[in-house]
């Protein structure tokens, strides 16, 4: 696999750090160069021509370095400022998610509600229960197509699937209570 490129403030930074490192080495070699002969102060006069060339690519790769960090500060701020135009929008989506949980946790509490009645239902009961389960179950179906319409596709598949079982158990409950009273 290959080595992803680095980016230009990384590039920046390691050309930076290289030049320094090679400052402080001819640095610290001129300071001990020896003065005591023609030939030490050659080498010595040498040193100080390399230093020189250095200091001059020190200050090209320092202000390469600021550069980079300005147009690195330049992309953080702009995505900064493209992060919060949008905190908005992912508010309102939260503050609609919660409202249609809370919904879907509604329907759910009331389906827990009914659940001593349909545990043993008796004709009487079994009408009344079968028209309080549909009737959740045409909320459940609602609440599908509102979450839907947000294009909140996981909370309308549980609405869904919520209305279905809903369905299916009010109609077997409207089947046990026999035909409605006159």
Do not use: W
Not at 65 to 70: E, F, H, W
Not at 74 to 101: D, K
């Amino acid at each position: 696999m290959a080595k992803p490129e680095p980016s230009a403030l990384a590039a920046a930074a390691t050309a930076f750090e290289s030049e320094l490192e090679k400052y402080a080495r001819l640095g610290e070699l001129f300071l001990k160069q020896p003065t005591g002969s023609v030939k030490y102060l050659e080498r010595a006069n040498q040193l100080l021509g390399e230093i020189a060339g250095c200091e001059e690519r020190l200050q090209a790769s320092g202000q390469a370095l600021v550069q980079a960090l300005q147009a690195s500060r330049g992309r953080q701020e702009a995505l900064s400022a493209q992060v919060i135009a949008h905190v908005p929008a992912v508010t309102a989506r939260n503050q609609q998610l919660t409202a249609l949980m809370g919904e879907l946790g509604k329907i759910a509490s009331e389906v827990g509600e009914l659940n001593t009645a349909v545990a043993s239902p008796t004709p009487e009961t079994a009408r009344d229960v079968s028209e309080r389960v549909l009737g959740l179950s045409e909320k459940a179906l609602a609440l599908s197509s509102q979450a839907h319409e947000a294009e909140l596709e996981e909370v309308a598949t549980q609405a869904h699937a919520l209305h279905q079982k809903l369905d299916a158990i009010g109609k077997k409950l409207q089947k046990a209570g026999g035909p409605p009273a006159n």
